[in-house]
Each structure stands twice: as C-alpha cells, then as structure tokens.
C-alpha cells in the first residue's frame, strides 16, 4: 500500500495554469492523474511509467506529467486551461502496471484524497 496526498487545485479563468502535486509515501511503478465531474465516470487525464508517458486525447499538448523520484512525488502542469478541465483530480499508484492500461482506473489499487480544479469564469 502506498498514501498518496496530492495538492495544487484551485479556481483559474480560462486559459490559465495550475500544476498539481502529488506525494506518495513510497516509490512505485507507475503513478497516474485521473479526473471526475459530478455525474461522469472518472477519466485517465496522463500517467508516467519507466519508459515513458501517456495522455488522453483531450489534454494532449495543454497538460504535462513529471515526476521527482527523489522526493516521491508526481506532477500535472496544466496549461491552456479549459472549462471542461473542471474536476476533481486524482493522483493513482501502483506497483505493477501494463502499458497499454495505464490511462485506465482499475488499474490502480492506491489514490489520493482529490483535489478541486474549478473554472473561474
């Protein structure tokens, strides 16, 4: 098992930027961000695994994913910010990890508390 506390939401106007934080309480495989509106099911937004990163369709080109190993700790920087970015965002870890699975929700066993992103506008 692995805590993981992420940090960073916040209300932004339309095209602005927010970078998300998450930290984790031991090192793992492969960590991902995950986003749910009231009324929707939770979406893979991008993930990082040892060889390298994956994005939803959406995001691509706005939103980047990094990590600090040293530090444990997972980031979302989200530019060009959209209305329909509004979520809770979720930051996920697992020990094992399939490649072609990683933007998929049940592919994780460990998850953060959540935090808001709101469009200010």
């Known amino acids: 098992q692995v805590q993981l506390v992420e940090s960073g939401g916040g209300s932004v106007e339309a095209g602005g930027s927010l970078r998300l934080s998450c930290v984790a309480s031991r090192r793992t495989l492969c960590q991902g961000w995950f986003r749910q509106a009231p009324g929707k099911e939770r979406e893979g937004v991008a993930a990082?695994?040892?060889?390298?990163?994956s994005y939803a369709d959406s995001v691509k080109d706005r939103f980047t994913v990094s990590q600090d190993n040293a530090k444990n700790a997972l980031y979302l920087q989200m530019n060009s910010l959209k209305a329909e970015d509004t979520s809770m965002y979720y930051c996920a870890a697992d020990f094992r990890c399939v490649r072609s699975r990683i933007l998929l929700h049940d592919e994780y066993d460990n998850w953060g508390q959540g935090t808001q992103v709101t469009d200010a506008g």
């Open positions: 990082i695994y040892p060889r390298g990163s």
